[in-house]
């Protein structure tokens, strides 16, 4: 019986001495302030916890000045923080006490406290709230400033409360207002606070939260867990709880388990403490046995990881506690174990004790519980019974027991027990004195357990804000686990403050009832919920769909600006749960279908939830109207509405015309060379004009300025003279259209003098006085001429004014003989005068007369020239005998700016050509005769060039205005001269020319009164003066409108009983005036007004079927053709009345189609061919080579649906069938399958480069993809390489692998990737791979080789030319290719006997086939001097060596084509020794070898340089015969051969003696063993320089390593580094030899002992 049965019975001994009276109140109340929206309240309880259970404390606070209005909140812990209060507000607190939910024992309240919330700081964030998600993570939320714009982001600090940690910072944008923290410890306190970041830098920080995250288990297992042995077969086990920052929570209690080593695997007794005090006592423990404890940390989540197993040994003779201790504190001990009562001695009444209970009877209630009653039994009137101990018996699992201390009562309901288990139950007696005897057993067996069963599941009425309750009720037996789940099969977590759940357990009903209340709900708690009800017997589940109805939100409310006789869309956007429903109200009120010009579009789109996880559906509804007139401007209603609310929006209408057109016939006139005047008439528009606006800039310049006017004329001033201007005049009503542009230059202001000024003087009184008009600038502009005149000392000045137009003047009546100046001045229209020079005159005294003017002048005009004829001048006098020539002057007639030319002609001339004029120009042409004295009167001719053919015009563009209109404009030819403009245009394709007339320089036209919607050939032709010029052509197409007719062949019928067709034609051809667009369908019943739907179908359809009508009902519908320009006119009315509804089952659907993917299978069908039975709806069956193994009901509207989760590659057979009340139509069966899902592209693993030659490289590679899926697509393969020495990499496509790459470099290093392709797909490169291809060996043998006998016979002499070796070749390094890591060390304890060893070439150029060894003493001798060893392994052991001697060795591989390169140079020197040491070494042998085509290995002749050689070798002078002499090639140094050995043709016998190699075999090393109940593992390392083992021998038993090798034991072989030994027993002691095997030799062995494991 362990301790923590013995405190409870002390406990209910103690409270049937506590007096029922009532708690005290809590003392020392205390408040302190945390944030503005939050204060901690701490108390002191004065109440013993120990004597009073499930203690809570409720709190209530209210503010101070709302008086008697409490909130109140309970808890069991002595502090809580009171969130969500009002910032800088004083709050009243109280706590009383109570015991459990009773109110039977409550205290009074405490005093009050009062404390006042902080200050929210100004413009920070507000209302900081931290919500734990889970035990790892907390969301913190946080309210904006309310000056966003002044705020430049937030940051957040936080840390640990606990710890002495730093705050840590976390940055956040200015727009957010949350911030989740992740990887938190579960349970553990953290602060938090937001610091607001302002633009002016200024830091603004709100005060402190805290917010813990949710507890979870232990993360780590009790600590320090020691064992005591105590008196009377007890074993006391203590320990201490986990470190804090690892208990992630509360610990509620401790999980001991225990086990006897030996027993059967799963006999563990679990136990479970209380979490104080951290100590338990094991009872009737098995003297003798092992067994072995562990513990565990339970949380509230659930129990934490359990310690290691500790095992205790309980002794046979039992000796009280282990430990040493003094007598004192043995004596404690004693003292703090409770003394654990016997029941072996027997008790009466007369003994103070109780007699043994009588009548035990047992009821069965359920699978896991039994009723217990039993009769008071007798006790003495001392000492009355206080508790009964109820000892339960597992009778199927003896080691299941366990013991109840219960109270005075006779009833106890034994619950927690194993379904359809028998167990055994007995009853002690308590009382002050002692214990009775145990009762009589009694044995009942648990009833069989009933699956669970839910017998209700629902949810009460749910909107947006409010509180939701989802409650699922099961039954069964054991009483099942309720829980809900969400759709994802993940357990329903409490993942947010508003989340509650709640679990009422009713084991008298037998009923457990789960309920989750969502406070403030969202639509982010909407979807399907599972309810999960489970127990031992099985599990059932059970699934309900929350819907979450949320009011009318408008997301989007758009009016709009539209044209008269244009279209507009006014948009509607609302959301709501369930979707609301929209309706149009016009400014009058009335809805906005009953227009015949009004469309509505509606369609449901899926956007982001504001603030919230998930989306939202939102329901778009556009009202769009038609032929716009100015009644329909005002503001629009959208009326949304849905089963929680309604509400209305407006949206405006603004009524716009259009703008108006360019004005026409724009003209701007010079006034002075500062003021121009614009004029213009109105154009041609129906709309008022409210103003004109005429802007104008300098060309060169970009500044513009403008003048607002509401004439029509305008006068612009302060402009520059003499420069270009571009003018532009708007019409504005509200708004403008397209610009009328002109340029004009200004006059100018300067060099406007008369010209070619003459004064002569006639005779003694008169001066003739000739000028000018001042060039460049028109005569209208000049008013007149002012004459000044005076004599030469006259200080007078006279002045003389005469009209613009001449340029003649006689002065008449001066004095005689007079000097006189004279100068005239233009005057300007303006009032400005630009005067000539000063002429000085002095009259003559006789008369001095100029020439007549010439006679009969006639002129001729051509394209470019004028030729002009004329006669000399007629009459007597001096003049004409004075006569100096012709003058001719000309100029353009109508260009004020051309320049005047002038043409001086010889008197004898009669006639001249003037060329280079303009074609078809009129000039005014002068022609007079001249002498010294002056010119004759002027004889002017008026011409016109003739004018060239017209060339096309330039620019031209037909711009659509509208449906029935068409602007055409162009711009005059570059060639010739145009006076008419003849416009010609008609349909394409047809013959109905029409034609205007226009003059120049009118270059544009506005055609009207056109076909709609038609192609039009527009041909201009210029005209001069009726020569026809180049005509240009153009095509232009006027705009579409709405239709002029409706469709055609309108017919309705009905389908079935419910379903009613209607079908069309489009509208004749020369009437649709645009592409069709769609169709406008109005649909009622015949007696009624109002449209049942008014909708609109896409334009490539001619049909539409209406659904869920009433049967035997008669309707009717029509039908309007929409083009993109709005709605034409509807049809007449079209009527048919529905079928009767026929009492059998409908036919099966016409057809059936299926569509596949990878893992979904698209279905459409057709309606049955009869319909007159009603459709009610279809079933959908569907199976995986069976048909309808799973059947789905789809609705009567149905005509498609999508079948997904299915499985790719698979078959499957869909069938379709029709169904009413009346039963299922036959089925429509078909079979598809599924697409194969493409294998991934994934990169290849595992490449080896294996080097073939010294050109070739093989390339393996495994695919995982195909090694996987064991399947094969369409992939190939693509192989990239590279040299080291090149950067570009060279590419191949093969199909699979392995492949072989020839022409490659010789002894060079290449890099490999390969990668998948497929298509257009591919994956990543694979890892890279290298390797070089051989050497290749010389292709030529030595030259010049000879060989001569000397005198000595015992002598030759040989000599040679060696080969040319590349380049290349000598300067590659070799160290990859050649043996290295070459070790010599003293073999034994002899002294003329060393071990050599090395490693493999880590490259080698080819097939290995073995090595030489080659040493001596002397480091100067040549190679051919050296002692020479040939083996097939990594190691050799050189004999016969001299002591206190220093060797050289080099180690050379061999090939199967050639001998490879030296490794380094090693030198070793030997000890002094016994000189008998050797004896040991067996007898030489003697070997003869014939060369036939192989070099002897005795005779190796070596070049000094590479040059031509000679070398002498004393040879043995028993050899026999002629020697055979071998040349090997040198690519590097005397030192190391080349790869390749070439020979003479002649041949040699050679006998000679070679010592045998002995090497001796190692056994392995490093070996490691591990056991588990029933296999040993062996793994062990090759030994060092032993690279000729061909396998391990492996021996194993239960003996020790001697016996092993004389008794019958396991044997096994290996080739590889590990073995494992199975089918061992479990708990004995195994012995295992490794040996070393190689060719004809084994090594010494080694042993290890290993036990398996219990």
Known sequence: ?????????????????????????????????????????????????????????????????????????????????????????TYQFSVRAQEGKGRDRVSSWSLTALNKTLKQVSGTASKLKAVPLTSTSILLTWKLPPQRNRTSGFYVLWSEVD?????????????????????????????????????????????????????????????????????????????????????????????????????????????????????????????????????????????????KWAPIDIPLKWKGSRRKSSKKNQADQKQKTIPIPTTTTARSPNDGYPEMPEGLNATALSSTSIKLSWNIPSSPACCPIVAYTIHVTNLDNLKDEKELVTGPNTVEIIEDLDPSTYYGFNVTAFNTQGVSHDSEEIIQKTKEPVPPRIV?????????????????????????????????????????????????????????????????????????????AKNIAGSVNSTLDLQVNVPVRFTKIEGGIAMIESSVNLTCAASGVPLPSITWLTPDGLEAYTDERATIFEWIERESEYEHVGTLEVLYNVLRLEDIVMADGGNYTCLAQNDVNFSRRKAELQIEVPPPPPVLNLQVFPVSPSVVLVSWTRPEYNFTITSYKVIYRKKESGVEESIDTMEQSCHISDLTADKLYKIKVLAFNKGHGDPSRIEIRTLRNKNLQPANVSAVALNTSIIRLDWEAPYGIDRVYIKGYFIYYRKENGSNEEKLYTHGSRNKQFLIGLGKQDIYFLRIATLMTWGDEFPSQWIKIKKSAQELLPPPEPTNVFITPASEKVRITWQSPVGKGQGLKDLKGYRIVYGPKDDTTAKIKKIRVSKFATRHTITSLLPGTAYIISLRSFNDYGESSPIYLRTTTKATRPGPVQSASATPL???????????????????????????????????????????????????????????????????????????????????????????????????????????????????TGYKLVFKRFKSNRPLATFTVDGNRKNYTFYGLESSMQYKARVAAMTIRGTGPYSKWHSGKTLEVEKLPPERPASLTLLSTERSIHISWTLPRY?????????????????????????????????????????????????????????????????????????????????????????????????????????????????????????????????????????????????????????????????????????????????????????????????????????????????????????????????????????PDGKLTGYHISYTSSKGDDLINWRRIETTNTMVTVTQLQENTTYYFKVQALYTTHAGYFSDMVNFTTKTGDQNSDQRMPKTKDYTMTSTKSTPKNIIITPDTVSTHRYTKRLDPRLQGVPRVSVITNTTDQNEPTSK???????????????????ELLPPVNITLTSTNSSITVIWTQPRHTNHITKYIIQYGTTDSQQIQTEEVEKLEATELSVILSNLEATTTYTIIIQSEGYNAVSDSVSKTISTKD
Request: hydrophobic share 30%.
């Open 1 to 89: 019986m362990d301790l923590h049965i013995y405190q409870l019975f002390i406990v209910c001994l103690i409270l049937l001495c506590v007096d029922g009276s009532r708690l005290s109140k809590p003392r020392r109340l205390k408040t302190k302030v945390i944030s503005p929206t939050a204060i901690k309240v701490q108390w002191k309880d004065p109440n013993n916890h120990k004597l009073v259970s499930n203690l809570i404390y409720k709190v209530r606070y209210s503010k101070t000045r709302k008086g008697k209005v409490y909130k109140t909140i309970n808890t069991k812990d002595k502090s809580i923080v009171i969130e969500e209060l009002k910032p800088n507000t």
């Open 163 to 307: 710890e002495d940690a730093r705050e840590s910072r976390v940055a956040v944008s200015k727009q957010s207002n949350s911030s989740l923290f992740r990887d938190l410890i579960p349970d553990c306190l953290y602060s938090f606070r937001v610091v607001t970041l302002k633009a002016n830098g200024v830091e603004k920080s709100t005060h402190k939260i805290y917010a813990r995250p949710y507890q979870a288990r232990p993360a780590q297992a009790p600590r320090n867990v020691s064992f005591a042995l105590l008196e009377n077969s007890v074993l006391q086990v203590t320990w201490l709880p986990p470190p804090v920052r690892q208990r992630h929570g509360t610990i509620l209690s401790y999980k001991l388990q225990y086990t006897r080593k030996g027993a059967r695997r799963g006999d563990i007794c679990t136990i479970t403490s209380s979490d104080k005090p951290r100590i338990y006592n094991l009872t009737e423990l098995r003297r003798g046995e092992t067994y072995r404890i562990r513990i565990a940390a339970r949380t509230v989540n659930g129990t934490g990881p359990y310690s």
């Open 456 to 532: 209700k599941i629902n949810h009460s009425d749910s909107v947006e804000g409010g509180i939701v309750n989802i409650t699922c009720i099961a039954t069964g037996d054991p009483l099942p686990w309720v829980s809900w789940h969400s759709t994802n099969s993940t357990a329903f977590a409490q993942t947010h403050s508003e989340i509650k759940s709640f679990n009422n357990r009713q084991p008298e009903k037998g009923t457990n009832e789960m309920t989750v209340m969502f406070q403030d709900v969202s639509t982010r708690q909407a979807g399907k919920y599972m309810c999960l």
């Open 962 to 1076: 509208s449906s029935t209109t068409i602007f055409v404009s162009w711009i005059t030819p570059t060639k010739g001269q145009a006076t008419d403009y003849h416009v010609r245009y008609w349909r394409r394709f047809k013959n109905d020319k029409q034609s205007q007339w226009m003059k120049a320089p009118q270059t544009n036209i506005t055609v009207k009164e056109l076909r709609k919607f038609r192609e039009y050939k527009f041909e201009i032709i210029p005209y001069h003066e009726g020569e026809i010029g180049e005509s240009t052509v153009l095509f232009a197409r006027t705009k579409s409108d709405v239709p002029d007719a409706p469709p055609r062949k309108i017919k309705m019928k009905a389908i079935n009983a419910t379903a009613m067709r209607i079908r069309w034609d489009v509208p004749p051809k020369a009437l649709q005036n645009g592409r069709i």
């Open 1171 to 1403: 319909t007159g039975a009603s459709i009610d709806g279809y079933i959908l069956g569907y199976g995986r080579y069976i048909p309808e193994v799973n059947r789905q009901i789809l609705p009567s509207t149905s005509l498609s649906h999508d079948i997904k989760q299915l499985r790719e590659n698979t078959e499957y057979i869909i069938s379709i069938r029709a169904f009413n009340k009346y039963g299922e139509s036959s089925a429509t069966y078909d079979f598809i399958k599924t697409k194969e899902v493409p294998l991934k592209l994934e990169p290849p693993e595992m490449i080896k480069a294996i080097t073939l030659s010294s050109t070739s490289i093989g390339i393996y590679w495994i695919d995982p993809a195909l090694n996987k899926f064991r399947r094969r697509d369409s992939r190939q393969y693509t192989l990239r390489y590279s040299s080291e020495s090149d950067t570009d990499y060279t590419y191949r496509n093969v199909s699979k692998p392995p492949v072989i790459l020839d022409n490659l470099q010789v002894h060079t290093k290449y890099e490999f990737a390969i990668r998948v392709i497929r298509g257009t797909d591919f994956s990543k490169w694979s890892l890279p791979v290298s390797n070089t291809t051989f050497v290749e060996p010389p292709k030529s043998v030595p030259i010049k080789l000879g060989v001569t006998a000397t005198e000595e016979p015992s002598k030759l002499t040989v000599s040679w030319k060696p080969v040319e070796v590349p380049e290349q070749l000598t300067n590659q390094d070799h160290s990859q290719s050649s043996p290295y890591d070459v070790v010599i060390s003293q073999h034994g304890i002899s002294h003329n006997t060393v071990d050599m060893t090395w490693s493999k070439p880590r490259q």
């Open 1541 to 1559: 050995r070439l020979y003479t043709k002649d041949s040699l016998s050679i006998k000679t003696t070679v010592l045998p190699v002995y090497e």
